[in-house]
């Protein structure tokens, strides 16, 4: 369960709250029709959509990882001619914001991507090996991290999941915010995976808040935050030439580092070719004193802007958020 408001104007938004949502009890069928109808969401439309998510994850675990990744960019490419709406947009914003592309090839990359992402997670494991991930511009993480504690501040590109096994290969212990799936199964999943790698999973929203705090108040503290992001459909960021609003991750990024001192370091992955990528890590970001952090804070939230979004840009046919309204 997400709550956040639905105002079209990004800078009213507040911070939102996720919930577990709790399993309807047979009480339910009793108390009206919006109880029988969240009993039967919850334990036959749910149950059902996700025994399909667990047949596909648990008949990939055992293939090839190149294998497993290519029969997921292959279904994904059917996908996309049954959700127009969602082409249609990933157009536009192709179009939109890289003119200079073939809009059509974006969108077909894209599905492409998505579906390699999906198949992924069944086999992450095997893909953490020198010749499959290759990781540049580690010192920039590590030596910021002896300096003190460090944000990372991540994008969706690429397979962004591998950021955890590139963390255990550099021996840094880590939390990461991040968004639970609509599907309990998908969330499981994603959960197991995750952990296997060693990281630890903060709550999303502003409960995540007090334990990041928590761990970047260690001297050597590293947490991970998504700068790029999506919210009900709508990009939220990069802003891609809209104005300003400090109601999405970035803005926490900052009010993050202000508050522990922490330096903020940028990375993301790139997918190479197929199952090959290149994790990157850019130069460090410091935030200089002010006199009153909370007026430098759209400037600081449009240094980190200035970041990310030339890099989505690049990369938009490998970016999660393509298929949000602008």
Known sequence: MRTKTRQDDLAGRRAFVWEEPPAPTLADLSSGPEGRR????YWIRDTLRDLSVLTSHHALRPLPAAVASALGAFSFAQSGRF?????????A???????????DAVVRAGWANRGRLMSEFSVLPRLDTPETLVVEGADHLLEARRRGPVIVLAMHLGNWELLLPVFRRLAVPVATFYMPPESRAEHRIACRVRETFGGTL???GVKGVRPALKRLARPDGVVVIFGDEGWDGRIMAPFFGRPTHLAGNLAIAVRLARHSGATIVP??????AGTRFTCRWLDPIVLGPVDDAGAALPADVERLNAVIEPIVRRHLDQWFFLDHRL
Request: charged share 35%; no cysteine; net charge positive.
């Open 267 to 272: 990375t993301y992955v790139e997918r190479t």
């Open 38 to 41: 969240r009993f039967a969401r």
């Open 202 to 204: 903060l709550p999303p």
């Open 93 to 103: 914003n192709a179009a939109r914001l890289r003119p200079d592309l073939d809009a």
């Open 83 to 91: 959700y127009p709406g969602r082409s249609r947009r990933m157009r």
